[in-house]
């Protein structure tokens, strides 16, 4: 069992930063691959990057790709996601989750989610 919890979200304007961070339970935060998933209001729930347990691959959705940076601390059971150069189609809820395998995507792939944080970007 793996209980998620993120932080971090917040109130900023374009063009502005935030890293938010999920703190997980449990002695083998490393086995699992972490990811990031957001969900706008009316909208679907969409893979926005993932990392191995490793952290030595990673993968994000192309309308984040330069300017998002995922990354893990397998000693504090933490992963973060850097979000820079914000802009207001980044507004969302944004979940971390943790898989033990499968296509890294889908959220059917993912078998622990975090409560969420809202992220704002204002124009």
């Known amino acids: 069992q793996v209980q998620l919890v993120e932080s971090g979200g917040g109130l900023v304007q374009a063009g502005g930063s935030l890293r938010l961070s999920c703190a997980a339970s449990?002695?083998?935060?490393?086995?699992?691959?972490m990811g990031w998933f957001r969900q706008a209001p009316g909208k679907e729930r969409e893979f926005v990057s993932s990392?191995?347990?490793?952290?030595?691959?990673?993968y994000y959705v192309d309308s984040v790709k330069g300017r998002f940076t995922i990354s893990r601390d397998n000693a504090k059971n933490t992963v973060y996601l850097q979000m820079n150069s914000l802009k207001p189609e980044d507004t969302a809820v944004y979940y971390c989750?943790?898989?033990?395998?499968?296509?890294?995507?889908?959220?059917?792939?993912?078998?622990?989610w975090g409560q969420g944080t809202q992220v704002t970007v204002s124009s």
């Open positions: 449990g002695r083998t935060f490393s086995s699992y691959v």
């Open positions: 990392i191995s347990g490793s952290g030595r691959i990673t």
């Open positions: 989750a943790a898989s033990t395998s499968g296509s890294v995507y889908y959220t059917r792939t993912y078998d622990y």
